[in-house]
Protein backbone atom coordinates (compact mmCIF):
# COMPACT_ATOMS: atom_id res chain seq x y z
CA UNK A 1 0.00 0.00 0.00
CA UNK A 2 1.11 3.52 -0.90
CA UNK A 3 1.65 5.70 2.34
CA UNK A 4 2.86 9.28 2.42
CA UNK A 5 3.28 10.45 5.64
CA UNK A 6 3.72 14.23 7.11
CA UNK A 7 4.83 15.33 10.86
CA UNK A 8 3.98 17.48 12.55
CA UNK A 9 0.20 17.55 11.17
CA UNK A 10 -0.20 21.25 13.02
CA UNK A 11 2.61 23.16 14.18
CA UNK A 12 2.23 26.78 15.51
CA UNK A 13 5.71 28.38 15.92
CA UNK A 14 7.08 32.02 16.63
CA UNK A 15 9.05 33.91 14.18
CA UNK A 16 12.34 33.89 13.89
CA UNK A 17 12.74 29.99 14.87
CA UNK A 18 13.51 27.20 13.14
CA UNK A 19 11.73 23.81 12.56
CA UNK A 20 11.45 20.87 10.27
CA UNK A 21 8.51 19.42 8.99
CA UNK A 22 9.08 15.40 7.75
CA UNK A 23 7.70 13.46 4.76
CA UNK A 24 8.40 9.90 5.00
CA UNK A 25 6.73 7.46 2.26
CA UNK A 26 6.42 4.31 1.79
CA UNK A 27 7.89 2.50 -1.73
CA UNK A 28 10.93 3.45 -3.38
CA UNK A 29 11.04 6.43 -5.46
CA UNK A 30 12.90 9.24 -6.33
CA UNK A 31 10.64 11.87 -7.48
CA UNK A 32 9.72 14.66 -4.11
CA UNK A 33 7.91 17.47 -4.63
CA UNK A 34 6.69 20.14 -1.97
CA UNK A 35 3.98 22.33 -2.18
CA UNK A 36 2.14 25.10 -0.37
CA UNK A 37 -1.51 26.02 0.04
CA UNK A 38 -2.85 29.02 1.44
CA UNK A 39 -6.57 28.77 2.43
CA UNK A 40 -8.55 28.30 -0.05
CA UNK A 41 -6.39 28.45 -3.15
CA UNK A 42 -4.52 25.47 -5.43
CA UNK A 43 -0.97 24.19 -4.91
CA UNK A 44 2.03 26.26 -5.04
CA UNK A 45 5.39 24.35 -6.26
CA UNK A 46 8.34 24.92 -3.87
CA UNK A 47 10.65 22.08 -4.43
CA UNK A 48 11.18 19.04 -6.87
CA UNK A 49 13.95 16.44 -5.36
CA UNK A 50 14.70 13.70 -8.05
CA UNK A 51 17.49 11.83 -6.64
CA UNK A 52 18.89 10.92 -3.44
CA UNK A 53 20.91 13.52 -1.25
CA UNK A 54 19.24 16.41 -3.32
CA UNK A 55 19.45 19.58 -1.47
CA UNK A 56 17.27 22.49 -2.83
CA UNK A 57 16.94 25.70 -0.86
CA UNK A 58 14.54 29.05 -1.36
CA UNK A 59 15.06 32.02 0.86
CA UNK A 60 13.82 30.35 4.26
CA UNK A 61 12.70 27.13 3.05
CA UNK A 62 15.38 24.07 2.61
CA UNK A 63 14.05 20.41 1.24
CA UNK A 64 16.43 17.59 1.03
CA UNK A 65 15.63 14.03 0.18
CA UNK A 66 17.34 11.06 1.22
CA UNK A 67 15.70 7.92 -1.10
CA UNK A 68 17.23 5.13 1.30
CA UNK A 69 15.35 6.21 4.21
CA UNK A 70 12.69 7.22 2.13
CA UNK A 71 12.34 10.55 4.19
CA UNK A 72 12.53 14.32 2.95
CA UNK A 73 12.65 16.75 5.48
CA UNK A 74 11.23 20.81 4.60
CA UNK A 75 13.58 23.29 6.99
CA UNK A 76 11.91 26.15 7.81
CA UNK A 77 14.76 28.96 9.09
CA UNK A 78 13.75 32.13 11.24
CA UNK A 79 10.15 31.76 9.96
CA UNK A 80 8.22 35.05 9.51
CA UNK A 81 4.40 35.40 9.87
CA UNK A 82 4.27 35.19 6.09
CA UNK A 83 5.23 31.42 5.73
CA UNK A 84 1.89 30.39 7.31
CA UNK A 85 0.39 28.21 5.00
CA UNK A 86 -0.14 24.71 4.83
CA UNK A 87 2.74 22.31 3.08
CA UNK A 88 2.38 19.46 1.49
CA UNK A 89 5.21 16.82 0.36
CA UNK A 90 3.95 14.72 -2.70
CA UNK A 91 5.86 11.74 -4.32
CA UNK A 92 5.97 10.34 -7.83
CA UNK A 93 5.01 6.92 -8.71
CA UNK A 94 4.77 5.50 -12.01
CA UNK A 95 2.19 2.62 -11.55
CA UNK A 96 1.53 1.54 -15.18
CA UNK A 97 2.48 2.69 -18.49
CA UNK A 98 -1.14 4.50 -18.60
CA UNK A 99 -0.72 6.64 -15.33
CA UNK A 100 3.41 7.29 -16.02
CA UNK A 101 4.25 9.33 -12.78
CA UNK A 102 1.48 9.55 -10.35
CA UNK A 103 1.57 12.00 -7.25
CA UNK A 104 0.54 10.79 -3.77
CA UNK A 105 0.07 13.52 -1.34
CA UNK A 106 1.54 13.35 2.58
CA UNK A 107 -1.30 14.53 5.28
CA UNK A 108 -0.31 18.05 5.35
CA UNK A 109 1.11 20.66 7.99
CA UNK A 110 -0.40 23.26 8.51
CA UNK A 111 2.46 26.24 9.69
CA UNK A 112 1.05 28.94 12.07
CA UNK A 113 3.45 31.57 12.38
CA UNK A 114 2.68 33.55 15.44
CA UNK A 115 4.65 37.16 14.80
CA UNK B 1 4.79 28.57 -19.50
CA UNK B 2 2.98 25.92 -17.92
CA UNK B 3 -0.20 27.29 -16.79
CA UNK B 4 -2.92 25.29 -16.19
CA UNK B 5 -6.56 26.72 -15.94
CA UNK B 6 -9.98 25.48 -14.95
CA UNK B 7 -13.31 26.89 -15.06
CA UNK B 8 -15.64 27.58 -12.89
CA UNK B 9 -14.17 28.14 -9.86
CA UNK B 10 -16.55 28.04 -7.65
CA UNK B 11 -20.20 26.42 -8.25
CA UNK B 12 -22.72 26.18 -6.14
CA UNK B 13 -25.66 23.90 -7.41
CA UNK B 14 -29.05 22.04 -6.22
CA UNK B 15 -28.40 18.07 -5.08
CA UNK B 16 -29.55 15.83 -7.96
CA UNK B 17 -27.92 18.00 -10.69
CA UNK B 18 -24.93 17.70 -12.62
CA UNK B 19 -21.85 19.70 -12.62
CA UNK B 20 -19.42 19.95 -15.19
CA UNK B 21 -15.45 21.31 -14.70
CA UNK B 22 -13.09 22.11 -17.15
CA UNK B 23 -8.98 21.68 -17.05
CA UNK B 24 -7.10 23.53 -20.02
CA UNK B 25 -3.51 23.75 -20.64
CA UNK B 26 -2.70 27.14 -21.95
CA UNK B 27 0.47 26.90 -23.29
CA UNK B 28 1.19 23.53 -23.58
CA UNK B 29 -0.04 20.21 -24.98
CA UNK B 30 -0.78 17.93 -21.92
CA UNK B 31 -1.22 14.17 -22.53
CA UNK B 32 -2.57 13.31 -19.11
CA UNK B 33 -4.38 15.12 -16.86
CA UNK B 34 -5.14 14.38 -12.98
CA UNK B 35 -8.26 15.12 -10.98
CA UNK B 36 -7.96 15.34 -7.43
CA UNK B 37 -10.49 15.54 -4.65
CA UNK B 38 -10.06 17.88 -1.25
CA UNK B 39 -12.10 18.00 1.67
CA UNK B 40 -11.63 20.80 3.74
CA UNK B 41 -8.13 20.44 5.70
CA UNK B 42 -7.57 17.90 4.32
CA UNK B 43 -4.69 16.40 1.81
CA UNK B 44 -5.73 16.08 -2.40
CA UNK B 45 -6.85 12.45 -3.08
CA UNK B 46 -6.13 11.36 -6.54
CA UNK B 47 -9.43 10.24 -8.56
CA UNK B 48 -8.35 9.50 -11.61
CA UNK B 49 -5.75 10.15 -14.63
CA UNK B 50 -6.97 10.48 -18.44
CA UNK B 51 -4.76 10.38 -21.24
CA UNK B 52 -5.96 12.03 -24.39
CA UNK B 53 -8.10 10.34 -26.52
CA UNK B 54 -8.63 7.09 -24.21
CA UNK B 55 -10.44 6.23 -21.14
CA UNK B 56 -9.53 7.54 -17.79
CA UNK B 57 -7.98 5.43 -15.27
CA UNK B 58 -9.89 5.63 -11.81
CA UNK B 59 -8.60 5.20 -8.41
CA UNK B 60 -9.95 2.59 -5.93
CA UNK B 61 -13.16 3.62 -4.67
CA UNK B 62 -13.94 6.23 -6.93
CA UNK B 63 -17.21 5.77 -8.91
CA UNK B 64 -16.81 6.15 -12.67
CA UNK B 65 -20.14 6.32 -13.22
CA UNK B 66 -20.73 9.52 -10.79
CA UNK B 67 -17.52 11.31 -11.57
CA UNK B 68 -17.10 11.00 -15.73
CA UNK B 69 -13.67 11.96 -16.90
CA UNK B 70 -13.46 13.36 -20.90
CA UNK B 71 -10.00 13.93 -22.15
CA UNK B 72 -10.70 14.79 -25.99
CA UNK B 73 -7.80 16.68 -26.66
CA UNK B 74 -4.49 17.61 -25.44
CA UNK B 75 -5.47 20.90 -24.23
CA UNK B 76 -8.78 20.25 -22.14
CA UNK B 77 -10.60 17.28 -19.62
CA UNK B 78 -13.52 17.82 -18.18
CA UNK B 79 -14.76 16.30 -14.85
CA UNK B 80 -18.58 15.52 -14.84
CA UNK B 81 -20.34 15.31 -11.36
CA UNK B 82 -23.56 13.79 -11.94
CA UNK B 83 -26.48 13.70 -9.99
CA UNK B 84 -24.30 15.68 -7.42
CA UNK B 85 -25.32 15.02 -3.65
CA UNK B 86 -24.00 17.38 -0.38
CA UNK B 87 -21.37 14.96 0.03
CA UNK B 88 -19.77 15.66 -3.17
CA UNK B 89 -19.18 19.30 -2.05
CA UNK B 90 -15.55 19.59 -1.85
CA UNK B 91 -12.20 21.22 -3.62
CA UNK B 92 -11.91 19.78 -7.00
CA UNK B 93 -8.44 20.47 -8.92
CA UNK B 94 -6.89 19.53 -12.14
CA UNK B 95 -3.33 18.87 -12.92
CA UNK B 96 -1.45 18.27 -16.31
CA UNK B 97 1.77 16.79 -18.20
CA UNK B 98 3.10 17.72 -21.09
CA UNK B 99 4.74 15.55 -23.94
CA UNK B 100 7.78 17.17 -23.92
CA UNK B 101 10.65 17.25 -21.04
CA UNK B 102 10.14 20.47 -19.69
CA UNK B 103 6.92 19.49 -19.00
CA UNK B 104 6.73 15.95 -17.76
CA UNK B 105 5.83 17.02 -14.53
CA UNK B 106 2.48 18.24 -13.00
CA UNK B 107 1.46 21.56 -13.50
CA UNK B 108 -1.62 22.42 -10.87
CA UNK B 109 -4.80 24.61 -11.78
CA UNK B 110 -6.04 27.09 -9.57
CA UNK B 111 -9.14 24.82 -8.48
CA UNK B 112 -13.15 24.39 -8.06
CA UNK B 113 -15.14 24.94 -4.90
CA UNK B 114 -18.24 23.03 -5.81
CA UNK B 115 -20.96 23.45 -3.28
CA UNK B 116 -24.33 20.96 -3.82
CA UNK B 117 -27.05 22.25 -1.67
Known amino acids: ELKVEQNPLFLSMQEGKNYTIYCNYS?????LYWYRQDPGKSLESLFV?????AVKQEGRLMASLDTKARLSTLHITAAVHDLSATYFC???????????????FGTGTSLTVIP | GAVVSQHPSWVICKSGTSVKIECRSL??????MFWYRQFPKQSLMLMAT?????????EQGVEKDKFLINHASLTLSTLTVTSAHPEDSSFYIC?????????????FGPGTRLTVL
Open chain 2, 95 to 107: SARGTSLSYNEQF
Open chain 1, 27 to 31: TTSDR
Open chain 1, 49 to 53: LLSNG
Open chain 1, 90 to 104: AVGWTISVNTGNQFY
Open chain 2, 27 to 32: DFQATT
Open chain 2, 50 to 58: SNEGSKATY
